[in-house]
């Protein structure tokens, strides 16, 4: 059985199954964010099943500064580690290591930093990254790529470009090598690669075709949602899709709203994650069928009705507006718990509606309903 199946499309939206070694993930999905194998909000993975979860996303460069990946490993790898038996994916660690901005320093061989935790100098290239993603044994591992800023200079970003598509090439060739050994954490790992380019749309069309060439189970489009429109975004993903092999999942990292979500799914994408739902829950911020709504706010104050009436996650379930604005008005920890819990269930419940509609035919009245309304305040 391949890896990946496309079940179905519906212009160029698509449906299908990524087959893991820890289970089987229907698409299009949202992965929820787990950096420090720990949803931020006191959301446990115990707790994952009941809100939806399929995919789990973990942070390799904080996981590399601490606990340590070698702890991980020797403690059974990050699925035991933090008690979840479904799909993980770990991200390369570029991201945050980009972001340090002054503390790095690029070259062929990798990136020299600074931990941020310690300040002690660290080093990291691709067979770095692969190492640390085999000792965590997550089933998705990212390549080891640049995320450039944008706007950026035209000459910088294909260097960039250039430099990531060789970074990858030995990403392979260390991913080909570490799954095989002896006591591989998870043998059945999988290597996505990403397409870099910002946003010059020929820079982009010759990486992907140049990654696409590598033949890699699957395939990333990142460095978006960095500071460019949502058109120029859309956009993007536009020129790159084309190119992008049809039977290989399609992830499009860091994005997004959830208007975001539904706009990419239609331009051809699979997979998705987001500090979104959980960072605005734990500011208040909630998502339902008719919008954002701050539950700070007074209107709340008496208000009895559950956050979502159409919602049928624990919070909505069992607790009112009423009652979650006054433990955020009480600074209670349980106010962030259970606003992080009914957003990564929107979230999830979202991606089934979504799959739903793709499963029917009906994508497209379902885009058309929801884009307009989902993004707005309350």
Not at 75 to 103: C, E, K, V, Y
Not at 228 to 237: A, N
Not at 344 to 367: P, V
């Amino acid at each position: 059985m391949p890896e990946y199946q496309l079940l179905k499309t519906e212009g160029h939206a698509r449906r299908g199954i990524l087959h893991t070694a820890h289970g089987s993930i229907q698409t299009p999905v949202f992965m929820n964010v787990a950096t420090q194998a720990a949803i931020k909000g006191a959301v446990a993975a115990s707790d994952l099943p009941t809100l939806n979860c399929q995919v789990a996303l973990a942070n390799t460069y904080h996981l590399h500064v601490r606990p340590g990946d070698e702890l991980i490993r020797e403690l059974g790898g990050l699925h035991r580690f933090m008690n979840w038996n479904g799909p993980i994916l770990t991200d390369s660690g570029g991201f945050q290591i980009f972001s340090l901005a002054g503390l790095r320093k690029i070259r062929e061989e990798g990136v020299s930093f600074h931990s941020h935790v310690d300040g002690k100098k660290l080093f990291m290239g691709p067979e770095e990254s692969m190492r640390i993603q085999a000792n965590l044994g997550s089933d998705i591992a990212m390549a080891f790529d640049e995320c450039v800023k944008i706007p950026s200079p035209r000459k910088y970003v294909e260097e960039s470009a250039d430099r990531t598509f060789r970074w990858l090439q030995r990403c392979k060739a260390s991913w080909l090598q570490l799954r095989f050994e002896e006591h591989a954490v998870n043998p059945g790992q999988m290597l996505f690669g990403i397409n870099q380019g910002a946003v010059y749309h020929d820079i982009r069309l010759e990486h992907m075709k140049r990654i696409a060439e590598l033949d890699l189970p699957g395939y990333a489009i990142g460095g978006l949602a960095v500071g460019e429109t949502h058109s120029e975004m859309y956009d993007t993903i536009e020129v790159v899709e084309e190119w992008m092999p049809k039977d290989r999942p399609r992830y499009l990292m860091g994005v997004g709203t959830p208007v975001n979500i539904i706009e990419s799914v239609a331009r051809g994408v699979d997979f998705f994650d987001c500090v979104m739902p959980a960072r605005n829950g734990r500011h208040g911020h909630l998502f339902t069928k008719d919008g954002v709504l701050n539950i700070r706010n007074e209107k709340y104050a008496k208000d009895q009705q559950p956050i979502d009436s159409g919602c049928s996650c624990p919070v909505c379930r069992n607790y009112s507006r009423a009652y979650l604005r006054h433990l955020f008005q009480a600074k209670e920890m349980l106010s962030m718990r259970l606003a992080v819990m009914h957003n990564l269930h929107f979230y999830n419940q979202l991606m089934e509606e979504i799959r739903t509609a793709l499963d029917t035919g009906t994508f497209e009245q379902y885009r058309r309903t929801y884009s307009n309304i989902l993004d707005n305040r309350i």
